[in-house]
C-alpha cells in the first residue's frame, strides 16, 4: 500500500515562495504519475501540476493554467520524493494541497489517480 505524507505548507505573504514536499512509501510504478492537487473553501478540486516517474532527466510535466510561470514541481528518485516550489504566491493561491500518485494517464483528472495524502494547508495573505 503506497503512503504519501505532505509537508511545507504554512502561512507566507503574498509575492513570496514556499515549497511543498511529498514523500511517499510502499511501492511505487515509474511509469505512473503523481500529481498535485488543491481545494479552497467552497471550491471544486483544482489541477496544479504533475510529474512522470520516468527516467532521470525529468520526464513529462504539466501544470494548471493559473500557476504557469509560477510553479515548478520536480522529483527526488532517491529519497522517493516530488515537490512543488511556488513562487510569486498570491491570496488566491491559498488552499489545501494534496499529493496524488499512480496515476497512468490524463493526468489533469483527479480521478486517475489512486493514492491521495492528508493535505497541507497554504496561506498566501495580501
Known amino acids: 500500500q503506497v503512503q504519501l505524507v505532505e509537508s511545507g505548507g504554512g502561512l507566507v505573504q503574498a509575492g513570496g515562495s514556499l515549497r511543498l514536499s511529498c514523500a511517499a512509501s510502499?511501492?511505487?510504478?515509474?511509469?505512473?504519475?503523481m500529481g498535485w492537487f488543491r481545494q479552497a473553501p467552497g471550491k471544486e478540486r483544482e489541477f496544479v501540476a504533475a510529474?512522470?516517474?520516468?527516467?532521470?532527466?525529468?520526464?513529462?510535466?504539466s501544470y494548471g493554467d493559473s500557476v504557469k510561470g509560477r510553479f515548478t514541481i520536480s522529483r527526488d528518485n532517491a529519497k522517493n520524493t516530488v515537490y512543488l516550489q511556488m513562487n510569486s504566491l498570491k491570496p488566491e493561491d491559498t488552499a489545501v494541497y494534496y499529493c496524488?500518485?499512480?496515476?497512468?494517464?490524463?493526468?489533469?483528472?483527479?480521478?486517475?489517480?489512486?493514492?491521495w495524502g492528508q493535505g497541507t494547508q497554504v496561506t498566501v495573505s495580501s
Open positions: 510529474i512522470r516517474w520516468s527516467g532521470w532527466s525529468g520526464g513529462y510535466i
Open positions: 496524488a500518485s499512480d496515476s497512468p494517464g490524463k493526468y489533469r483528472d483527479y480521478s486517475t489517480y489512486e493514492y
Open positions: 510502499g511501492r511505487t510504478f515509474s511509469s505512473y504519475a
